[in-house]
């Protein structure tokens, strides 16, 4: 059990899945930009890090879209209505679109866990992503 992540454990995360890493950052807090093999681009980062931003105790995966107009706040609720593992949302001074999870690792979590939760991420996001873009729904 683990109840904090370092770079390495998200580099392990990623490996263990199958996916390919894009890039990782460690400056303000553990961050891995990911590829899966086809091809969504996603980051796992470390929450609430200690004072020295290399330990975590949470995880947020999120993918990110550009292109703010693509999507309406009715497109982003009905996406949040129909999936609650993942969270939509938009951003218009920055014109982007997310899709969030979050996990709390307080108490300890299994590196299983973990890698369950960022395979369920990656299958429920691409259905939110649909519903959010597709106005005719």
Do not use: W
Not at 12 to 34: F, K, Q, R
Not at 38 to 59: E, F
């Amino acid at each position: 059990m683990i109840d904090a992540v370092t770079i390495d454990d998200l580099k392990a995360i990623i490996g263990d899945i199958g996916h390919e890493i894009v890039s990782t950052e460690t400056e303000s807090a553990p961050m891995i930009v990911a590829r899966t093999p086809d091809g969504v681009i996603y980051t796992l980062q470390g929450r609430a890090c200690d004072d020295a931003k290399s330990s975590c105790k949470g995880i947020t995966i999120q993918a990110l879209y550009r292109g703010a107009d693509k999507v309406t706040d009715e497109d982003i609720g009905r996406a949040n209505q129909s999936f609650a593992v993942v969270k939509a949302a938009v951003n218009r001074e920055r014109d982007n679109y997310s899709f969030t999870r979050y996990l709390i690792l307080d108490h300890g979590v299994t590196m299983a866990n973990i890698r369950m939760n960022v395979t369920v991420f990656l299958l429920v996001q691409p259905k939110s992503l649909k519903i959010a873009e597709d106005r005719s729904e």
